[in-house]
């Protein structure tokens, strides 16, 4: 073969080419675009930035009930109220207080209300050593027996603060001991974690070990060509709306145009 | 029969010189395809929703802008983002404070996998719906061993702490040695003197080098148009922090910059519930983080042997 004819063989070679992935594109034989799963908006809850738990001096502060402090509706002034004991030595909770847990402490030496509780005046707190502390006042309580924990607490390395890094900007609120431990049973309380990251297809859930194809839900459409939602979207497209309200709480008004919410939120195969 | 003029019937070595029937019909049939190639290539233009405007494609670079393009940006971001989703949005542009330099620190003795750190920076920084975009990534680790290999973050029990596990959240390390803004080839992304590194969303080119070299898989790419339901629009905002970001361009954690560098504490420490995130100033003797450095066990930098040095650093207590 002549170099002249290498040459246009060559040419027809990467015209013919060409023109196939040309047609290809036109065409759009790359086959449909994937489509978006809808994925729930996570629930407000997960975003609270609420304590566990509420101290009293956020009761007093946010104006609440304080009938729980209020130990002398029941009880009597000056009588300090007799504790009893089971077999074993457990104390028995009276049922006025069935709510309480007694679990301070694996080591049972946490058997006696006294050891927090002021006997002659209900209203306070008491150290071991006999010093007075108020319920507002409670870390210092819980300081006596726990040193180490509480100098973390003071210089902000345990427990939770919000606001301000910058003091001179504003204030940080430094929360109490009592803001997440239940002095009773002080036990950081298990809670239910926030959904995880979102397969991109609900097929790769099974083999991974935590999500599971339940979580994701049966109405996770599957792959459809984009015509033909397109061609549907214009025939539906009021039933449509209904659905996305019903369906889905995702709404991308405004973050794109009108097709593309179609095209997250419906499934086309219904 | 005439002899024929050589200039008219040119010698066939040199067809270029003159056009015949064949090397029209040859040049043409290449020119169609050449064409009809380039007409199909351009075809995903026709779809694309987020054409630049002039403004935008002739804006200067962040480091270059004068406080009045700043303020021109921020008008124009504000009527974008008013545009798209109704909401007025406030944009600043915070510069970082003198002697500031961030470091955050997190007790993985107290961290509990609740994911709550997850959800409050997606709602604080206007991170896309769907497709998902979240900054942090929870792992859970057998206890007894650091191996990032056997770490697992599509966990879902039905309660969180799961016996025999603990949990180690991954965010930007917000390197002092960054080898993500080494590799940019724009100066799209780069350090501030308060240590975040930051990035010109307008500026970034989408090569996603940075992502590759990012030993703590921190960076995330917007492969769509990034979706944000109106109602949880974040309308307080900064240019380098959480103002929308469009399609493909890089976005990571920047210790929600909007908040901080308005001596804020970030989103995921406020939302933490166990008070395992610790942040602040390091420079500040008094500050808790160097509280932290000095007296806890602070053991790990992730990655230590990466050399990145990161300013993130997981303490025990005990």
Known sequence: MSPGGKTSAVLAGLSAIFVALAAGFLLDLRGPAALLYPIPLVATNFLDTATVRRSYADLVRAGDDLSDFDCYVCHEKGKPPKLRFDADEHLIVPTEHSDIVMGHGSHGRNNNCFNCHNENNLELLQTRDGHEVKFADSPALCGSCHGPTYRDWEAGAHGRISGYWDRDLGEAQRKACVNCHNPHSPRFPSRQPAPGPHLLRPAAAGTSSGGTPARLGNEWVSRVGRDSWRAAAKTNLGDLAREDQSSSDFDLTGARPTGAVVELTRNPSR | ?318
């Not at chain 2, 974008?80 to 944009?91: D, K």
């Not at chain 2, 500031?100 to 620190?105: N, T």
């Open chain 2, 1 to 318: 029969m005439p002899t024929p003029d050589p200039n008219l019937n040119p010698d066939p070595a040199r067809a270029g010189a003159a056009v015949t029937r064949r090397s029209f019909l040859r040049t043409s049939a290449v020119l169609t395809t050449g064409l009809a190639a380039l007409a199909a290539s351009l075809k995903p233009l026709l779809e694309m929703n987020d054409f630049p405007t002039a403004e935008r494609f002739l804006q200067k670079y962040y480091k270059e802008m004068t406080p009045d393009d700043m303020a021109k940006v921020i008008k124009r971001i504000e009527n974008e983002v008013e545009h798209q989703y109704g909401i007025r949005p406030h944009v600043r542009d915070l510069k970082p404070m003198d002697g500031v330099e961030f470091v955050y620190c997190l007790n993985l003795t107290r961290c509990i996998g609740c994911r709550k750190c997850v959800h409050a920076c997606v709602a604080e920084n206007n991170q896309s719906r769907n497709p998902e975009i979240q900054y942090i990534r929870v792992l859970r680790l057998p206890h007894g061993s650091l191996d990032i290999e056997k770490a697992e973050h599509n966990y879902a029990p039905e309660s969180v702490p799961e016996k025999g596990y603990f949990y180690m959240p991954v965010q930007c390390q917000q390197c002092k040695n960054p080898p993500c803004v080494k590799v940019c080839p724009v100066h799209a992304t780069w350090q501030e003197t308060d240590g975040i590194t930051v990035i010109d969303y307008d500026w970034c080119i989408g090569c996603r080098y940075c992502e590759a070299a990012c030993p703590y898989w921190a960076r995330r790419f917007n492969f769509t148009q990034p979706s944000i339901p109106k109602e949880r629009l974040n309308p307080e905002m900064s240019y380098l922090g959480n103002r929308p970001r469009r399609q493909g361009v890089m976005e990571k954690c920047h210790f929600c910059i909007q908040r901080t560098r308005a001596g804020r504490y970030p989103a995921c420490l406020e939302v933490c519930p166990a008070g395992a995130r610790k942040f602040g100033n390091i420079l500040d003797p008094n500050s808790e983080v160097s509280y932290i450095l000095k007296n806890k066990r602070v053991f790990i930098q992730l990655k230590e042997e990466m050399g990145t040095s990161p300013r993130f650093f997981y303490y025990f207590d005990v």
